[in-house]
């Protein structure tokens, strides 16, 4: 097992006021009901921004959580990164607004696109460059406001997904209070893509391939797309080779592990993951119930809400797993 880099120090979630129930999008006239989407993917609700809840308001909020349960200021933070696929501009990143809101004036800032697989890669690009002796102190936020990009007339899609911000403090070993275990620490890592299959789930238009105009809008091109049940088995496959890779580069088995924070997609493609691995569901968290699927944000509201919850204890070893558009997947095993 390779001796851990680097460590998460802190977490912290933002969502939207508002709440939106199954039974209100059936209430607001869309072709659907809280029994269909509970069972095919355990969402209850999802939070939903206002205007003024922009993905800079939500990252920030979940920031500063963040890092006061790790106990630093904004200098102190060498890098931002964001990783989130509805960014406020698409020019400049979100992620030097967060910095300019927080005060955070040594860092470098910038955002990533990974769509669900978000948080997972932005916090292995810390990793990284906390291993080169880049920062030392990042913020890794993974965060959406998909409210703004789903069509909300079209079932297959709007039911899923849900606006939210997760953030992380990930340090370097050497940050840790003297006497605390060499062993806490991201153990493993693990990322692949599949560019061949990017049409399965995306955005069509807004991009330079294909920029916004009236035949855009005429057939709804400015919103998500996906072929749900293709995505579907691309997503059982991708999260179960997440898992034994992450797991073999640690040289631990399923059983060594406390908890796995899987990605809140849907809890049938959870509960595949959890049942290739072995894993009863009591060590897996799920939270897609309350809050839809965040994507980029998914991970790290759930690894902030379990630790509320009291689940993540220290010494609790974690697996994430996550999978998203792209295709994009991975994995991370910590011990907190
Ligand atoms: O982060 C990764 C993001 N993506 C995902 O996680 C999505 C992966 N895919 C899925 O989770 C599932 O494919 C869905 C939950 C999206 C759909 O479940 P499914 O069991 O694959 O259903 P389906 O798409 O095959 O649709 C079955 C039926 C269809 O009606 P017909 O053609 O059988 O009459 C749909 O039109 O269910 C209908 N349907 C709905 N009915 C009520 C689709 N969406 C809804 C809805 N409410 N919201």
């Not at 039974?23 to 809280?34: F, I, K, P, S």
């Not at 010494?315 to 792209?326: D, I």
């Amino acid at each position: 097992m390779k001796r851990p880099i680097a460590y998460i120090a802190g977490t912290g979630y933002a969502v939207p006021r508002r709440a939106v129930t199954n039974d209100d999008l059936a209430a607001q006239g869309l072709e659907t009901n809280d029994a269909w989407i509970r069972d095919r993917t355990g969402i209850g609700q999802r939070y939903v921004s206002a205007p003024d809840e922009t993905l800079t308001v939500l990252s920030t909020n979940a920031a500063r959580l963040a890092m006061a349960e790790a106990g630093i200021t904004a200098s102190e933070i060498d890098l931002i990164v964001l990783g989130t696929a509805t960014p406020d501009h698409l020019l400049p990143a979100t992620a030097v607004e967060v910095q300019a809101a927080l005060g955070a004036g040594r860092a470098m800032a910038f955002d990533l696109g990974a769509a669900c697989s978000g948080w997972l890669y932005s916090a292995q690009v810390a990793e990284g460059m906390i291993a080169t002796g880049m920062a030392e102190t990042v913020l890794v936020i993974g965060a959406e406001v998909l409210s703004t990009i789903v069509d909300w007339t079209d079932r297959n899609t709007c039911v899923l997904f849900g606006d939210g911000a997760g953030a992380t403090i990930i340090r370097h070993v050497r940050t840790l209070p003297r006497g605390e275990s060499r062993e806490r620490g991201i153990l493993s890592s693990y990322g692949r893509s599949d560019g061949n299959l990017y049409d399965l789930l995306w955005r069509p238009a807004g991009g330079v391939a294909e920029p916004f105009s009236d035949a855009v809008y005429a057939a709804r091109r400015q919103y998500v797309r996906m072929e749900g049940r293709e995505v579907f088995k691309h997503a059982v496959r991708s999260m179960a080779d997440a898992v034994d890779r992450a797991l073999d580069m640690a040289k631990l088995t399923p059983a060594d592990v406390d908890l796995m924070i899987p990605h809140q997609a849907n809890t049938r493609i959870i509960e595949a993951t959890a049942k290739h691995a072995g894993f009863d569901m009591s060590r897996v968290f799920v939270n897609v119930d309350r809050f839809g699927n965040t994507s980029a944000a998914s991970i790290p509201i759930a690894l902030a809400d379990a630790r509320q919850q009291g689940r993540v204890p220290e010494g609790t070893l974690v697996l994430f797993a996550a999978f998203g558009a792209g295709f994009t997947w991975g994995s991370m095993v910590v011990r907190f």
